[in-house]
């Protein structure tokens, strides 16, 4: 995948963003420190940065709307885009879902700044939805084995949607 | 020869005055003492040694022993313990068979008295015994009693050494002490040689013999030094002393060496019995090092196993953030911007290529149109406006292409198939390695529990005990070779000293016939020493075959039942296939007692069980005293416990069929079978039994008449199945198997 967009949203500093409520919750599925990945059964996403991707991944195959209100309102910042943490797939990706989901006639289809507020308020959806799962499964199974479980169910959830053929 | 006549024993711990009267009939030699366990049998012994012996034939501390009856409160006045043994001699010696035709008769009187003291500490006794007085009297021709010239030690020393005890009055638990000792008891192996060895030496007349040799060595020894001192020559003579200096050296070193082989064969000992440990702790030497082994692979399997899933777990915590889930989550969205796009760039509105071509053209001077741009005008004007306003719309183009290229690659990922196998295998493999560590958990569990089993500390203890004693064999070892090292050079060193000198003297004539005398005791000392090694070998050769002889007699008939006992790890009669007496390899006039299996493996004593190890010394003393035809009483204690059956009735059998005179101290349970009753009806010429007043029925025990009332044992003539109003038990009158003895007056 080019660099294209990577280096777009290098530009400029942007926010990344997750619900301030349940900060702790996060934390406690993300590995903190290099020792933490000893621990990858309770802490399955090695860094924040893939915490909120696949919060964003879960709003758009559960269909969620993106959360309303101002971000700087409900939300935390964890770092921002000129640090680098987002993979330039990961970059491509956001720009692919902006285009879907704002359409062309937005004028800020193109503009980063415009592209992380939407990734934001749709991790912000997705966010309660991945810990809920978390948090609530069976007593002999590892939050990473839950994390996969679930990809797989929003997967076939992807798929049906795809079958169905909704549009934006 | 020698036989006892007559015992007196008066005011001995528990006997008032008793008086026994040993069979000498030849053809009925066996004296049986019954009695029940705690009547008396030991003490009996013990008397009989205290009178032979004195002091030095009470058991442990002689100082603390009581003699005096159990009843007797200490006072002033004080008590007198006496035992009088009566017996009689043909003349022979253990050396001289044939010897003087005439018997002498002995009586040998002990006596001491004790009187009250004043304990000093704790434990100390409060008597003490004074005025300890032994007498032996001969019987003249005229029948009356005379003090023997040389004193009672002398003559018992002679005629039953001390040494040698256990060939006239023995405590069977003692005698085991040939075979290693009896169960629950350790003797060093050079302590049984040295026993085994002076017994043989001493009986079979060897001891002669190596005492002639030493004397005439240094007979030798001496003629060669004075004809050097005749020779007046001074370099002869330094070379002379210098001889006697190796001489010396070589005696310390050769003291040394001797030292050391004992404490090599003791510490060979130890190391065996060490490893025997061990090997009953953990099975075998080799299963525990197996399961460390084991367990340190175990742990090697483990921590690899482990590393194997905490990677694969991150393959699996990465394929969450993999951007094939997040595009095939998306993949709605995916489709939804590729549909908007893709129209876009078919009709070419992105990327925006006509703008580039105009933008070319206009570099050129020439419009779409054809017109000459080159110079000023409206036209011209107006296609650069319009080329300026569309720089925007080109960026968005591009912008757009991008995100259509973008969508286009994700589109790829839409089923998600990729990621889901990949995730399958991942999910597998860590279930996998997930068993797998299941497993090593088991096994190291398994290992564990073996482990547990085995005392490691004491195994740590014996391997330390192993390790320490090869150390110090190693150390002994290579002090031996050196040492032997030292006496071959030595050795070499006398010879040419030996040989330097006689050059030298053969030179003056006076020395020649000192020199002479010298050879012809050199010549002495070899006849010896090939008469001593025929003789010992021939000796030594008939001991062997005797005892094995005897041993199989005793040993047979035995069937599994009787053979085996509690103690079943350890070799039974049946098992043993030779028994014998050898010379100990490297050690010159010292034997040992063997037993070897069937496949003709050595046993250690550790091996023999109880039953075994008597008859193993039993048939060891009487084969000696048969071989070197010591005719002598022999007092048994304990002789047949352990067995039963028909090891019993051979023991018995063989016992007095082949000793001289046997007196047999023995229990009720002894005498049980009719095998055992034939036995004692055939050989027996006097039975006895001693009943202990303490065991009335009064106070717990079965004795039925209450003939005294104090702690004392009563002797009664009974025979084996025979009671009387002394010795009577409750159920014997009613018992068929019972008759009841008129005895004579009982004894106290």
Redesign the interface.
């Known amino acids: 995948m080019s660099d294209y967009f990577s280096d777009l949203f290098r530009a400029t500093s942007h926010g990344l963003v997750l619900p301030r409520d349940h900060e702790d919750a996060i934390n406690r599925y993300v590995a903190k420190r290099a020792t933490d990945r000893e621990n990858v059964e309770n802490r399955p996403f090695p860094r924040k940065v893939d915490f909120w991707a696949f919060c964003i991944a879960t709003a758009l195959a559960l269909k969620l709307e993106p959360r309303d209100g101002v971000p700087s309102r409900w939300g935390q910042k964890f770092i921002d885009t000129p640090q680098g943490v987002m993979a330039d797939d990961l970059c491509s990706l956001l720009a692919v879902v902006a285009v879907a989901k704002l359409g062309l006639d937005d004028p800020g289809v193109t503009e980063s700044g415009r592209i992380i507020e939407l990734a934001n308020r749709l991790a912000a959806a997705g966010c309660p939805e991945v810990l809920r799962k978390l948090e609530n499964g069976p007593l002999n199974t590892t939050p990473l084995d839950q994390a996969l479980d679930f990809a797989r169910s929003l997967q076939d959830a992807a798929r049906c949607g795809n079958r169905t053929g909704s549009s934006p | 020869m020698l036989l006892v006549r007559r015992i007196e024993i008066s005011n001995f711990v528990c006997f008032d005055d008793i008086e026994i009267t040993p069979s000498t009939n030849p053809d009925r030699p066996l004296t049986v003492v019954r009695a029940e366990n705690g009547s008396g049998k030991t003490t009996l012994l013990r008397a009989i040694r205290w009178g032979m012996y004195g002091e030095r034939g009470l058991p442990g501390n002689p100082g603390s022993f009581s003699l005096h009856p159990a009843s007797w409160q200490p006072d002033a006045e004080g008590i007198e313990t006496r035992v009088s043994i009566l017996f009689e001699t043909d003349g022979s010696s253990r050396h001289h068979l044939e010897g003087r035709p005439t018997t002498t008769e002995y009586e040998l009187r002990r006596s001491v008295t004790t009187v009250r003291k004043k304990p000093t500490s704790k434990g100390d006794p409060d008597f003490q015994r004074i005025h300890e007085d032994a007498k032996l009297l001969e019987r003249e021709r005229d029948g009356s009693w005379a003090p023997h010239e040389h004193g009672v030690r002398s003559v018992i020393d002679q005629l039953l050494p001390w040494s040698l005890r256990d060939f006239f009055v023995m405590d069977t638990d003692e005698a085991a002490d040939f075979v290693g000792g009896s169960e629950n008891k350790e003797i060093q192996r050079h302590e049984v040689i040295g026993k085994t060895s002076y017994a043989v030496r001493a009986l079979l007349g060897l001891e002669v013999f190596d005492e002639a040799k030493k004397r005439v060595a240094s007979l030798q020894q001496t003629f060669e030094r004075d004809a050097t001192k005749a020779t007046r020559n001074a370099e002869l003579a330094g070379k002379q002393a210098e001889l006697d200096q190796v001489r010396g050296r070589l005696a310390e070193i050769e003291t040394r060496l001797e030292r050391n082989r004992h404490e090599r064969a003791d510490t060979d000992e130890r190391l065996a019995q060490a490893r025997g440990r061990l090997e009953s702790l953990i099975g075998s030497l080799a299963a525990h090092d197996q399961l460390q082994e084991r367990l340190v692979d175990n742990e090697r399997h483990t921590r690899k196993a482990s590393e194997e899933r ?1 990677s694969a ?2 393959e ?6 993999r ?1 094939d ?13 590729e549909a ?2 893709q129209p ?1 760039y078919d009709d070419g509105s992105i990327p925006v290529r006509h703008l580039d071509f105009v933008r070319r053209l206009l570099e050129t001077g020439t419009c779409v149109c054809g017109q000459d741009l080159s110079y000023p005008g409206m036209h011209t004007d107006h296609v650069q406006q319009a080329i300026d306003s569309s720089a925007g719309q080109q ?2 183009a591009d ?2 292409a ?2 259509l ?3 286009t ?2 589109g790829r990922h ?3 198939e990729e ?2 196998q990949r ?1 399958d295998d991942h ?1 597998q493999t860590v279930g996998l390695l997930d068993q797998e560590l299941d497993n090593l958990a088991l096994t190291r569990k398994d290992i564990d529990a073996q482990l547990d089993d085995i005392d490691e500390d004491e195994v740590q203890n014996v391997r330390g005990r192993i390790e320490m004693l090869e150390k110090s064999l190693g150390k002994v070892a290579r002090e031996i070779v050196s040492d032997q090292e030292t006496c071959e050079q030595l050795d070499k060193d006398s010879n040419k000293l030996e040989a330097d000198i006689r050059a030298a003297r053969r030179q003056e004539a006076h020395a020649r016939d000192l020199e002479r005398y010298e050879e012809t005791a050199d010549v002495v000392v070899q006849v010896l020493e090939r008469a001593y090694a025929s003789i010992e070998a021939e000796q030594v050769r008939e001991l062997d075959a005797e005892m094995n002889a005897l041993f199989e007699r005793m040993a047979a008939n035995v069937v599994d039942d009787e053979a085996v006992e509690d103690n079943r790890h350890k070799a039974t009669l049946r098992m043993i296939a030779r028994v014998g007496v050898r010379p100990v390899e490297d050690s010159a006039g010292e034997y040992e007692i063997f037993a070897l299996n069937s496949r003709g493996r050595s046993m250690p004593p550790t091996e023999i069980n109880g039953a075994s190890r008597r008859i193993l010394a039993l048939s060891f003393v009487l084969a000696l005293c048969k071989v070197s035809r010591t005719q002598a009483p022999l007092v048994a204690d304990s002789l047949l416990n352990f067995m039963s059956g028909s090891v019993l009735t051979n023991t018995l059998r063989v016992t007095a069929e082949t000793a001289r005179q046997p007196m047999l101290l023995l229990t009720p349970s002894d005498l049980e079978s009719p095998n055992e009753i034939e036995v004692v009806e055939r050989y027996a010429g006097a039975t006895y039994t001693l009943t202990g007043q303490w065991q009335h029925v009064d106070q717990g025990g079965d004795v039925v008449n209450q003939t005294d009332y104090r702690q004392v044992a009563l002797l009664c003539g009974c025979g084996p199945r025979q009671f009387c109003g002394v010795c009577e038990r409750r159920g014997q009158a009613e018992d068929p198997k019972w008759s009841r003895h008129q005895p004579r007056e009982a004894q106290q």
Do not use: C, M
């Not at chain 2, 699996?316 to 953030?321: A, E, F, H, Q, Y």
């Not at chain 2, 997040?326 to 911007?337: C, G, I, K």
């Open positions: 905490r777990a991150g699996l915590s990465g394929d969450l953030t951007i889930l997040l595009a095939s989550l998306a993949s709605r969205e995916v489709r939804d911007a908007l796009l876009l960026d968005r912008y757009l991008e995100v290229h973008a969508a690659a994700f839409r089923d998600g990621w889901e995730t999910t």
